[in-house]
């Protein structure tokens, strides 16, 4: 009777330890998936991010370009007047 009981004491421990081993391997494999899905996201946040930023910095170099595309124009302009103001003098 006793190694009977001693025998049963065994099995639903070696039962209780393969359950918790596959509960944690289990545990592991989401915990492993949900990392590789917030990686993901993350991953596209900073790409949308960046996207934005590089954007804004085009838009405010094509100003800053189109502000000294009208000075040069303005200097050319004055530097043709000083020009034709040197020979006319």
Known sequence: M????????????RDARREAF???EQLRREADRRHAEIMHEAEAAIARETEKILAAGRREADVLKAKADANLERAIDRLIEKFKG????
Do not use: D, G, H, Y
Request: glycine share 0%; charged share 40%; aromatic share 0%.
């Open 2 to 13: 006793k190694e009977t009981v001693l025998a049963e004491r065994e099995r639903i421990l």
């Open 22 to 24: 596959e509960l944690r």
């Open 86 to 89: 040197a020979l006319n003098a």
